[in-house]
């Protein structure tokens, strides 16, 4: 019986840490080993070795608790993919030296690392998303803003313009003939042609993309305008009347009143004055005197957040050339419009059928004139 005793002792020592598979595999080979010895104990009493069968099946049945709860648990995390993929794999990966050499009296530690994003997390965290997409910034001013527009239904405008080839009114000398004037006349043409541009987009763009044809509607619209703007630059820096008057010696402010002091010698009131962004905040920041300060310069002034100068308003437009202006009477300017500006879209374009790609299009059939190029002055701030 003390035998006996001895080798439910060591049994009880064995089961310590280990699992519910090895703990009934180690009571069923003592049992099996020690069947008659344990059956001549508890048929006489022997009351120790009954306690010590009564711990041995505590200790079993606290063993299988715990491996339950250990297999709820570890159901729990199966069903976080991430962690079981990407957590437990790193895990065993980083530590597979160690585990192999478990065995015998050799000790093993696993040392568990904390969560992070880049160790624990398959995919990509959770966004939240802004549909209103930021786009460019449409140009502070069109030409169109300025010119008056003229609808025609062809594709040329044809107006007369007239000189004063001879001649003067004059006071009549009584006897002798009156003055005689003589004028000419030229018919102008200005032939509309189209400004346009496209975009292709797939279908599954426009399917994946909620924002896109909206958006792109608008960019196009912009974009058209940059275009035109960019055209009538052209055409205004040919017709206007190119000014020679010399900027040399004097500020910017200065330079734009003489040139409205020149129109008025014309009979042309200026009702705009042109000028790129960075020469209209260069005007405000003119000294009075050095050292005295900045103030608005004489015949400048600020009426309901309009800067204007002899009360002719003041405009910044990002298509005038660095250093340029205009100054003058946009009266004075037509936009000839044969069809007006469309944003159009089809499926039907070239080979849009079979790629699954749709068209976007701007365009609009038109031109600009200046039909009496005094009234408007195109200048140089470093002319000399």
């Known amino acids: 019986m003390e035998g006996l005793e001895q080798k439910l002792n060591e049994l009880t020592d064995k089961l310590i840490g280990k ?7 180690l009571i069923k080979e003592f049992k099996s ?20 069968i ?3 099946e505590a200790k079993v049945k606290s063993v299988q608790e715990h491996t339950d709860k250990l297999d709820i648990k570890m159901q729990e995390r199966k069903s976080e993919k991430s962690l079981k993929e990407g957590y437990f794999k790193s895990l065993i ?10 065995g015998g009296k050799k000790e093993f530690s696993l ?14 965290q959770p966004r939240d998303y802004n549909f209103d997409v930021v786009r460019r910034p449409a140009q502070m001013v069109n030409v169109e803003d300025l010119a008056t527009s003229i609808q025609i239904s062809g594709g040329t405008y044809t107006f007369s313009r007239s000189t004063l080839a001879s001649g003067s009114v004059a006071s009549q000398t009584e006897g002798n003939a ?17 400004i346009a541009g496209f975009a292709v987009y797939s279908k599954k763009m426009r399917n994946n993309l909620p924002f896109l044809e909206s958006t792109l509607s608008l960019d196009l619209r912009n974009d058209y305008y940059r275009g035109e703007n960019s055209a009538f630059q052209t055409i205004l820096a040919s017709e206007a009347t190119t000014s020679t008057q010399s ?3 004097q500020n910017k402010a200065e330079a734009i009143l003489q040139e409205i002091g020149t129109l008025a010698g014309l009979d042309f009131v200026s009702n705009g004055v042109v000028l790129t962004p960075a020469d209209y905040f260069s005007i405000l920041t003119i000294e009075k005197s050095t050292g005295a300060g900045y103030g608005l310069p004489l015949g400048w002034t600020f009426d309901g957040g309009v800067l204007r100068v002899m009360g002719s308003p003041v405009f910044m437009a990002t298509w005038v050339p660095a250093d340029k202006y205009y100054v003058g009477d946009w009266s004075r300017v037509r936009k000839i419009v044969t069809e007006g500006f469309s944003f159009a879209v089809s499926e039907d374009d070239s080979d849009n059928f079979r790629k699954n790609n749709i068209t976007a299009r701007v365009e609009a059939q038109v031109t ?4 009496q190029p005094t009234a408007l002055r195109y200048g140089d701030f470093t002319t000399a």
């Open 19 to 25: 699992s519910k598979e090895q703990s009934e595999a």
């Open 33 to 52: 080993e020690n069947e008659t010895a344990i059956k001549e104990a508890v048929e006489s009493g022997v009351k120790s070795v009954k306690d010590s």
């Open 54 to 56: 009564e711990t041995i």
């Open 93 to 102: 990966r980083d530590n597979i030296k160690e585990i192999k050499e478990v």
């Open 111 to 124: 040392q568990v690392k904390d969560m992070t994003l880049a160790n624990a997390l398959t995919g990509d």
């Open 178 to 194: 009156k003055a005689q004037l003589e004028y000419d006349y030229a018919m102008i043409d200005a032939n509309t042609d189209f």
């Open 247 to 249: 900027n040399a010696g």
């Open 368 to 371: 600009l004139t200046v039909e």
